[in-house]
């Protein structure tokens, strides 16, 4: 089938890349955001999904918004057979679901009607899922309300960031997508409607959500911070500063108060509402990631000193 291939970010290259090396399928073009500033510099900078299209030599469409009549017509003039998407961050209507004779088929990373929205990974990760999976639909208007195609499971391991998880969803999504689309071109395979039980959402992740509450429990703290890392990050605050966290371990150890400071020999131990959590690493503002031990080593945390305001929104 001619293609036309819609993503943005990294977690969609996968994808693209397997379409790109199929002998039944041609990409003929690809659709993501325009390029966005990056770093101190904000130079313009295409986007992960945009540099491949490049590197392999096919059109790179960057419409602001996908309904725009130019872009509608490109679309129309590449006479697309179906339109796989990958984390493509626009929004599509009616004009451009209709160009491709087969629709656009979305590749979403959980198991559908599970955690639809922008951030399905980190929500399975706080919620304390076992099994998360990816999904392909048929795109529709609404929010990944689309029949399925297919799914696979993955199952969350205890250690499992959003970043692994993603990493881990995306390779075994773009072989389930290449599927999908052989599946739909030898007339094999329908979509099923969603169920209406089971729907569950899952919004953007703002920094505002990424900041740790010391008075929820440890395991709670644990999948907050790794359904945050590495993108926006778990923080919390020391002498009003704002500090950065990675990945922390439950102790099962008690005797500190909800966000109280303890400095022992090799690791930095912080209270939670039931038992500590060790610190792994830390990030002070305009510093690099280091130890926690090192942190303290530095800032020797005055015996009562606590971390920042426990009323604060985070993970339940």
């Known amino acids: 089938m001619r293609v036309v291939f819609a993503g943005t970010p990294e977690p969609a290259l996968p994808a693209l890349r397997g379409l790109l090396a ?32 490049d590197e392999a030599g096919i059109p790179v469409l960057t419409p602001v918004k996908a309904s725009e009549p130019a872009f ?33 088929v979305n590749l979403h ?16 990760i706080r919620a304390g899922d076992e099994v998360t999976g990816a999904s392909t639909f048929a795109l529709e208007e609404g929010m990944d309300t689309g029949p399925v195609y297919g799914t696979v499971t993955e199952e969350i391991g205890r250690h499992d960031t959003a970043g692994v998880l993603l990493a881990r969803l995306a390779e075994s999504g773009a072989v389930l997508l290449e599927h999908t689309l052989d599946g739909i071109a030898d007339g094999t395979l329908s979509p099923v409607p969603q169920p209406v ?14 900041r740790v509450v010391w008075t929820h429990p440890a395991p709670a703290v644990d999948r907050l911070v790794r359904s945050v890392t ?17 990945p922390v371990l439950t102790t099962g150890e008690g005797g500190l108060d909800p966000g109280a400071i303890r400095v022992e020999r090799g690791r930095v131990l912080v209270g939670t509402a039931g038992a500590a959590v060790a610190l792994g690493d830390v990030q002070p503002g305009g510093k690099r990631p280091m130890p926690a031990v090192d942190w303290a080593r530095g800032v020797r945390p005055e015996p009562g000193e606590r971390f920042g305001a426990s009323e604060a929104t985070g993970s339940r």
């Open 22 to 53: 199929s002998a039944r399928h041609e990409v003929v073009a690809v659709v993501t955001r325009p390029d966005a500033p990056v770093g101190r510099s904000k130079h313009p900078q295409r986007s992960p999904v945009g540099a491949l299209g």
């Open 72 to 104: 509608l017509e490109q679309l129309r003039a590449l006479a697309p057979d179906c339109c796989p998407v990958v984390a493509y961050g626009n929004l599509l209507r009616r004009e451009a679901l209709d160009i491709p004779v087969h629709g656009w």
């Open 109 to 124: 990373f959980s198991l559908l009607p599970a955690w639809r929205g922008a951030a399905p990974v980190q929500a399975a």
């Open 197 to 210: 039980d089971g729907v569950s959402y899952a919004p953007k992740v703002t920094v505002d959500d990424a």
């Open 230 to 246: 590495p993108a926006p990050g778990a923080w919390t605050t020391f002498r009003e500063a704002r500090l950065k966290l990675g």
